[in-house]
């Protein structure tokens, strides 16, 4: 455990590097994340995660305990905590947590995982990566602008992220990386695929496109399968892109039995 | 078709109005919502809802045509639509909407239907609304706070609440339908229920809870079946309620044979 002592000044250098951590690019470039709020950050220090600073407010505490240990401790005023974090409620707790770092070399071994191709918002990809948790995925693949560590993302997973080992690749070396393990692309497609109840999710990687405009060409020519949920007519097109992996995903898991983890 | 006159004074009666509409509250008092962009304005009236009013601003549409017909039609300035559209995008086009006006006495003949009690955000009411059409639902039954016409609902449901009937009533008053209707509550719980592969789905009003606080024990005791989806043990403890409604709605569907609608 660090200091503590009370910085009240928003001009501080910490203060000022915790702000630019609200940006995805700063984060990335220091390989760090924020954790906000008391589930958050005990959810990450729970899960082996390295805290490197934890920034607490005890007038907005209000006497709770964290139950988290970070390297460095620092207590702030209501006005900076606010200021530096992303969501209205971080409850008067704040963490700079260390990523942690996968890439496609060091991923576990596993039957079934998820392939995320440019989801629009960081919720979205929060969601799915807890979705992909409980449905007893290995992992989850990620390509696109979204940035899982997103405060958005982190809080829609409800800490999944910090567990679950997520990577961000080009398409490119995914797919690559699903032939040397012999994994089979599953492809999402709103029509013309197999359904989904008729596919068989041995050694499976299901890859769900972005919402609007769907997979585009490489992936589904890549893929071993198309698969497609079979919709009512008339009222809607499509399932969102969370809604399309959850139904896949548990598909997959009874296909298996319900055995994997 | 009305006229076609430029108003540019935020002051107008009209526009002062049009802002009042962004309040879940004034809404309901007028039996109207707002729709919001091209895709949306021309859903509403594709699914032969009475536009009242429409709000175009010539330079954001850039030529763009709206194929949808009003009583009365408007031209607006760039600064007067954005100010009134809750969406950072209007594409240049709003339109004021009568409400569809279900009650609980002229529900359709349906097997299949979902209850929303105590969504919390509206997003995930409209991707529930969006599930339960694709799945082949008759229609929704909402408790709670949140208003389904709120434009973050509208927009996540992708239009379907313009078409599928969505009724917002008293848990009480759902049960007793439900009774009458001789339809079985099966309510989710993330322990404890029957696994949701066993489960029969004949004439089903699947019941879905708040997320943090899960159904209270009034719905619980009321259900004819409690189901449950398993999941993989350790990273995470629950789905997302969409999630949840994703996974039983399509296992409802296919129990039915993917025959319904």
Redesign the interface.
Known sequence: MGRDFPITSPSNPRIKRLLKLRKSRDRRRDGVFLAEGLREVERAFAAGLQLEELYVCPALLGGQRVAAEAAQRFEVTEAILNKAAYRDDPEGVLAVVRQPEHSLADLPIGDLWLIAVGTEKPGNLG?MV??A?????AGVLATGPVDVFNPNAIR?????VF??PVVEAEDEAIIAWCRKRDLRLIAATPEGGLPY?QVSYQRAAIVIGPEDKGLDDRWLAAAEQRVT????????????A??T???LL?EA??WYG?Q??
């Open positions: 969601a807890r979705t948790a409980a449905a007893g995925c829609a997973s409800t800490g999944a567990s679950l109840q949920i079979p919709m009512a007519a008339g009222v809607v097109d499509s399932l969102n969370a809604a992996a959850a139904v548990f898991r009874n319900g994997k983890r």
